[in-house]
């Protein structure tokens, strides 16, 4: 879709929208299930990136404490732990600005270990170039998550040392490799609609369409250069973007990411309904909060719906 029909998706009477949006759903998933996703920090803070609403950067007076890398072994028995309470999906993220080549084994040994628990396996890692990315296609990583957070005309508004082409070139380089992309953005950072409808097109020109498609709601994050960030994105624009996603990208897992803690469960269901299928599923997401196992489980429950198999 071009960007003007896309921003006619956003122009919809909202409940036509969400009615086109369930519509492609059906046509393409299980009715009533919902993926579980699990996400765990695996080297914390000291990050020399400028992200407007990462608490992780060095260069910011944030409530994250820097922590090392994590051993492998570590890792995985996180990993072992999300496996048990159901989660299907473990995803591993890194604050840093690039992956650098010493660290490969440790993160190929990761992925290893994790695969092996038959869970699907997901990084983010920062910057990454084909070598690496081919490398870590070998150990057995599915996805690799790099979020375009924005569109490309508000994203020197967010972010200063990384451009948005360093993104795309990682997106490119992941593909390149055969694995599978995660790639989305975040909503409430002061940008317009004709942003988020940018997000998406940005997202629609990547080779190949995004298998997953996060949609985080900003957390603001005391020190953090967003963290009165003005305005907060309106519910409904919120859900009309999960709708115009799932319409977008009809085979992809529309994620439903950070700021779940900031929305009841009304929201939440809403959201689902128009076209959220994954959720990330524990007690944090890196560095912010999410609602717990169970109330997760008991709203599932209370839907109607289920944890999608393994």
Same mark, same amino acid.
């Given at each position: 879709?071009?960007?003007?029909?896309?921003?006619?998706?956003?122009?919809?009477?909202?409940?036509?929208?969400?009615?086109?949006?369930?519509?492609?759903?059906?046509?393409?998933?299980?009715?009533?299930?919902?993926?579980?996703?699990?996400?765990?920090?695996?080297?914390?803070?000291?990050?020399?990136?400028?992200?407007?609403?990462?608490?992780?950067?060095?260069?910011?007076?944030?409530?994250?404490?820097?922590?090392?890398?994590?051993?492998?072994?570590?890792?995985?028995?996180?990993?072992?732990?999300?496996?048990?309470?159901?989660?299907?999906?473990?995803?591993?993220?890194? %604050?840093? +600005?690039?992956?650098? *080549? #010493?660290?490969?084994?440790?993160?190929?040994?990761?992925?290893? !270990?994790? /695969?092996?628990?038959?869970?699907?396996?997901?990084?983010?890692?920062?910057?990454?170039?084909?070598?690496?990315?081919?490398?870590?296609?070998?150990?057995?990583?599915?996805?690799?998550?790099?979020n375009l957070d924005t569109?490309?005309?508000?994203?020197?508004?967010?972010? %200063?040392? +990384?451009?948005?082409? *360093? #993104?795309?070139?990682?997106?490119?380089?992941?593909?390149?490799? !055969?694995? /599978?992309?995660?790639?989305?953005?975040?909503?409430?950072?002061?940008?317009?609609?004709?942003?988020?409808?940018?997000?998406?097109?940005?997202?629609?020109?990547?080779?190949?369409?995004?298998?997953?498609?996060?949609?985080?709601?900003?957390?603001?994050?005391?020190g953090t250069p967003l963290?009165?960030?003005?305005?907060?994105?309106?519910?409904?624009?919120?859900?009309?973007?999960?709708?115009?996603?799932?319409?977008?990208?009809?085979?992809?897992?529309?994620?439903?990411?950070?700021?779940?803690?900031?929305?009841?469960?009304?929201l939440q269901a809403l959201?689902?309904?128009?076209?959220?299928?994954?959720?990330?599923?524990?007690?944090?997401?890196?560095?912010?909060?999410?609602?717990?196992?169970?109330?997760?489980?008991?709203?599932?429950?209370?839907?109607?719906?289920?944890?999608?198999?393994?």
């Amino acid at each position: 879709m071009t960007r003007t029909e896309i921003a006619g998706l956003f122009e919809l009477p909202f409940f036509e929208l969400l009615h086109r949006a369930r519509g492609v759903h059906a046509r393409f998933f299980p009715e009533g299930e919902v993926q579980l996703s699990t996400l765990l920090s695996i080297k914390t803070g000291a990050c020399p990136e400028d992200c407007g609403y990462c608490a992780q950067s060095a260069r910011y007076e944030t409530p994250v404490e820097a922590e090392p890398l994590m051993d492998p072994q570590a890792v995985v028995a996180e990993a072992r732990k999300a496996a048990a309470t159901g989660a299907t999906r473990f995803c591993m993220g890194a %604050g840093w +600005r690039r992956l650098a *080549d #010493r660290d490969l084994p440790a993160m190929e040994a990761m992925v290893r !270990g994790v /695969k092996a628990l038959g869970l699907e396996t997901c990084m983010t890692l920062g910057m990454m170039d084909s070598g690496q990315a081919c490398r870590l296609k070998e150990a057995g990583l599915d996805y690799y998550n790099h979020n375009l957070d924005t569109s490309r005309e508000y994203y020197p508004q967010v972010v %200063g040392t +990384r451009t948005y082409d *360093d #993104r795309v070139d990682t997106l490119k380089a992941v593909r390149g490799a !055969g694995i /599978k992309v995660c790639s989305g953005g975040i909503l409430g950072m002061g940008e317009s609609r004709a942003d988020r409808v940018g997000l998406l097109h940005e997202l629609s020109l990547l080779p190949g369409s995004p298998e997953s498609v996060p949609i985080n709601r900003l957390v603001p994050i005391p020190g953090t250069p967003l963290a009165a960030a003005k305005p907060l994105v309106d519910d409904f624009e919120f859900v009309r973007t999960i709708a115009a996603a799932r319409i977008l990208f009809p085979r992809a897992h529309v994620r439903l990411s950070a700021g779940r803690e900031g929305m009841d469960d009304s929201l939440q269901a809403l959201c689902l309904y128009a076209g959220a299928n994954s959720i990330f599923y524990g007690e944090r997401l890196l560095t912010t909060g999410n609602p717990q196992v169970e109330h997760d489980l008991g709203l599932l429950k209370r839907l109607d719906l289920k944890p999608e198999a393994a």
